[in-house]
């Protein structure tokens, strides 16, 4: 693994760094098309989103309980220690996540994810790109250098248009394989797939080990809010903020 530049990510809010080897990036794909495979009855949450091309599979939550390489993944190695060097001590995982954004998929709209998160305000997130991710097929774009506070946000919980609109936006364009980090305060957005192919990412979340083991809670959180909250209509929900600009099956 190449140093770590902690000083970029201080300063921006964001890191790109690539510490896997070839044969692991075949294995990250082989994991993530196992969970995809899953059936909807499980304890993992899977979502689904309308596309041109049919319904199709937009997330997947809460599955390291049950895939054992992607459980060590993600809670040891060089993921968990680069996200303990970011947060200046040692991490613990929050939250996972897959992304499928497949072919003809919908984008997210400007947010910070700190006002999705519950029960502590620092976390730091990692986009693993599991396909080549690129401008044409909705790759993450980021805003340097404001990860400081939260910004206004508007009745979907992201970020308010006129802020959006002042903003310096840069795409990152992520090969398979290597590892976006960013703060929770940092804004990104990212567009739909207009591509023929899909464009996967995983991202687990983590927060500073003093603060807790919250994974657990977290999901009980969000199921709960989940059941509380009214649907939005014309919306997909897989997020404690409606960011995601997917169409309902
Ligand atoms: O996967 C993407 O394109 C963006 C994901 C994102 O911003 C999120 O899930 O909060």
């Avoid at 970011?86 to 613990?92: C, N, T, V």
Wanted: charged letters at 25%; glycine letters at 8%.
């Amino acid at each position: 693994m190449n140093e770590l530049d902690v000083d970029h990510f201080h300063r921006t809010g964001w890191l790109l760094t690539s510490p896997f080897f070839a044969e692991r990036v075949k294995d990250l794909r082989s994991w993530v098309d196992d969970v995809q495979s899953w059936p909807d009855e499980g304890d993992w949450l899977h979502y689904r989103e309308r596309t041109e091309y049919g319904p199709r599979l937009c997330r997947t939550e809460n599955f390291v309980p049950f895939h054992s390489q992607l459980r060590q993944l993600l809670t040891a190695g060089p993921i968990l220690e680069i996200a303990g060097a970011l947060l200046g001590e040692p991490a613990l995982l929050y939250k996972e996540k897959i992304n499928y954004k497949m072919a003809g998929g919908a984008g997210y709209a400007p947010h910070q994810d700190a006002p999705a998160y519950r029960f502590v305000d620092t976390h730091v997130s990692c986009m693993i790109a599991i396909d080549d991710s690129l401008v044409e097929n909705g790759c993450l774009e980021v805003v340097s250098g404001h990860h400081e506070k939260l910004l206004p946000v508007n009745g979907r919980g992201c970020i308010v248009d006129e802020v959006v609109q002042q903003m310096s936006w840069e795409a990152v364009e992520v090969k398979a394989g290597d590892v976006l980090w960013f703060h929770s305060l940092t804004p990104h957005r990212s567009g739909p797939n207009n591509s023929a192919c899909d464009r996967r990412a995983m991202y687990p979340t983590f927060n500073a080990a003093s603060e807790g083991n919250l994974r657990q809670a977290y999901y009980e959180q969000k199921l709960r809010e989940f059941n509380e909250t009214p649907r939005t209509a014309g919306t997909v929900q897989v997020s404690l903020i409606n960011d995601f600009e997917g169409r309902p099956v």
